[in-house]
């Protein structure tokens, strides 16, 4: 399975700052709970990331 193999399974995910100075991507599927945490830096990481694969999906659209 790779990033382009469609599936279909439903999922829930949250996105917030924990207690202990974290970001957490909480990603709740069926029975399947998945935390992961992140310090601020590598959350921001992440961020340009998602940014800049919504910029190539935008060229890929067109």
């Known amino acids: ?3 382009n ?5 439903e999922a829930n995910l ?7 100075g ?8 069926g029975d399947t709970e998945l935390p992961m945490d992140f310090d601020p ?5 992440i ?3 998602i940014r800049a ?3 190539a999906a935008r060229k890929m659209a067109r």
């Open 53 to 55: 694969a919504a910029a």
């Open 14 to 20: 949250q996105i917030g700052p924990t207690d202990a």
């Open 41 to 45: 830096e590598e959350a921001e990481e």
């Open 5 to 9: 193999t469609e599936r279909d399974i």
């Open 1 to 3: 399975m790779g990033i």
């Open 22 to 29: 974290m970001v957490r991507l909480f990603v709740h599927a």
């Open 47 to 49: 961020a340009e990331e």
